[in-house]
């Protein structure tokens, strides 16, 4: 018996629900790729995608997924030797970390471990350790996907500040971007890294670099950069093809324009506090189901939770089992516990992107049968506790 069939839910962070508005912005014939609407849908995406990364900096696109444009944006500020500094919290820092080494940087990590966002003490040290001011960057996931961790960008930036340090801040907004607040030029990102796939709600393969003058200064010296990769003719194109440096996405771009389209009409600020509220009814959720039984929140401490994905222990073998009965029965898709051993023991929810009320707490009421058919214990009230949320909050 299975009652999956109907509509599915991939609650997974990434890639996120794609809206029909979308998907049938890309159904169409193959475009001409010389002139004409591509080429003006194409550019009219450059201002829109700005204002969503709130930000005046240059942007380069890219055919890829996030961890082409996390190369990208590395490629373009490094040059042989340079240091830079990792600020993890989560697999994804780390992952970013691995990427600055295939370049021969000299990666230096402060690890925060999994169930942190990053404090300043370690990062000031770190940088005022630094008197001859190697370190070229500081990079650091928004959100930390697998951990469901937030860090606070703008207090990122102070500490950098205060230790006097002109490093340039990289922040990977690829979990973030249109989901949670971000303000890349209020707080003083240099480089700004998205993806299509998650708030955008946009296919996976195009990725998205911002970057601002101080970036683009860096640039002019960086060695490690190579023609391809090379963000300048991307974000001031002579010719339409130099912005992808080569045949453009042309399909993507049409969904693109789609997504940013909802994005727009609904209003960024809009946007984020949905998020915020949706992320909220599930936090309530959760903290009813974990009053007895297995279940934890990873990141205890709300202020510091991520509004896009979310992330859980449930006990060893348990998070496996419940992902199972949600997918099998019901047709809702949970993410894996990732970063985390054993991985079985932990479950993540994605609410990024194309989520509104009904889904989240359909969501709720089918992760809360699914304890139950699964047997694994867990507190009462799960799906009041997120109703009232609702009810008081839509
Ligand atoms: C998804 C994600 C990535 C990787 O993106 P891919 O498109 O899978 O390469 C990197 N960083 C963060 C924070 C992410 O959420």
């Known amino acids: 018996m299975s009652l999956a069939q109907g509509r599915q839910y991939l609650a997974i962070p990434g890639p996120s629900v794609v809206p029909d508005r979308v998907l049938q912005a890309m159904h169409r014939a193959a475009p001409n790729i010389y002139g004409g609407p591509l080429h003006d849908l194409t550019y009219s995406l ?30 373009n ?57 190697r370190i070229k960057a500081v990079m650091v996931c928004h959100v930390d996907t697998s951990a469901g961790v937030r860090n606070d960008i703008a207090a990122i930036r102070r500490t950098m500040d205060e230790a006097g ?54 640039h002019e010296t960086a060695d490690c950069s190579t023609g391809y990769w090379n963000w300048t003719p991307r974000a ?34 809009h946007v984020w506090t949905r998020h915020d509220k949706l992320a909220r009814a599930l936090w309530a959720a959760i903290d009813a189901w974990s009053q007895s039984g297995p279940m934890t929140f990873n990141i205890k401490d709300p202020a510091r939770r991520a509004r896009a994905v979310s992330a859980f222990g449930i006990g060893a073998g348990n998070g496996d089992k419940l992902r199972a009965w949600c997918e099998e029965k019901a047709g809702l898709t949970l993410g894996i516990g990732l970063g985390r051993e054993p991985s079985d023991a932990f479950f993540r929810v994605g609410h990024m992107g194309h989520v509104n009320a009904q889904m989240m ?19 009462a009230g799960a799906v009041e506790a997120a109703t009232a949320l609702i009810a008081r909050e839509a």
């Open 361 to 379: 707490l359909a969501a709720i009421a089918t992760i809360d049968a699914g304890l139950k058919a699964a047997g694994i214990p867990h507190g």
């Open 77 to 133: 500020v490094l040059s042989r030797g340079d240091k830079v500094l990792v600020l993890a919290t989560g697999l994804f820092g780390l992952g970013w970390a691995e990427v600055a080494r295939g370049l021969r940087a000299e990666v230096e990590v402060i690890d925060y471990g999994v169930q942190s966002d990053v404090s300043a003490d370690r990062l000031d040290a770190a940088l005022r350790a630094d008197a001859e001011g």
């Open 236 to 269: 001031k194109p002579e010719g339409y093809w130099q912005l992808f440096g080569g045949t453009a996405p042309t399909h993507h771009l049409y969904g693109l324009r789609a997504a940013v389209d909802m994005i727009l009409e609904e209003g960024i600020e």
């Open 165 to 218: 340090h002109g490093a340039l801040l990289m922040v990977d907004c690829i979990a973030s971007l249109a989901c949670d607040v971000y303000e890349m030029d209020g707080w003083g990102a240099d480089v700004t890294v998205a993806a299509s796939q998650k708030g955008l709600m946009t296919p996976p393969g195009l990725g998205f670099v911002w970057f601002n003058d101080k970036a683009a200064k860096v």
């Open 46 to 75: 450059i201002p829109d995608l700005k204002k969503i990364a709130r930000t005046e900096a240059n942007l380069a696109f890219y055919i890829g997924n996030g961890h082409a444009a996390w190369e990208a944006a590395l490629a």
